[in-house]
């Protein structure tokens, strides 16, 4: 079982910049594929990026192009979001959601196992 918990969250003003974290347990880091997820009140959870074991291969939502950088670090059993030049569109609470390699890149929530409990992003000025 995969343990995830997110952190980094909070409030910040329009054009800011967040760096949220992510840390693993239970299981070889080197052995899931990571992603972000986002969900703003009413709405779907929608893809925000992913990134394989390796961090050989970023994926990242339109959305996210340009301005989030997806990253891990596998000593520290750590995946990162970095998110510049936010907008209040972008305000919605953040999942890491992880899934074992053998799976594959998944860009939808139904192909990632294990969840964080999120973590709450507002932009707003």
Known sequence: QVQLVESGGGLVQPGGSLRLSCAASGDTFSNLNMAWFRQAPGK????????????????????????????????????????????????????????????????????YAFWGQGTQVTVSS
């Open 44 to 111: 779907e959870r929608d893809f925000v990026a992913t990134i394989t074991w390796g961090g050989n291969r970023k994926v990242y939502a339109d959305a996210a192009k340009g301005r989030f950088t997806i990253s891990r670090h596998n000593a520290k059993n750590t995946v990162y979001l970095e998110m510049n030049s936010l907008k209040p569109e972008d305000t919605a609470v953040y999942y890491c959601a992880a899934a074992r390699k053998e799976y594959g890149l998944g860009y939808e929530a139904s192909a």
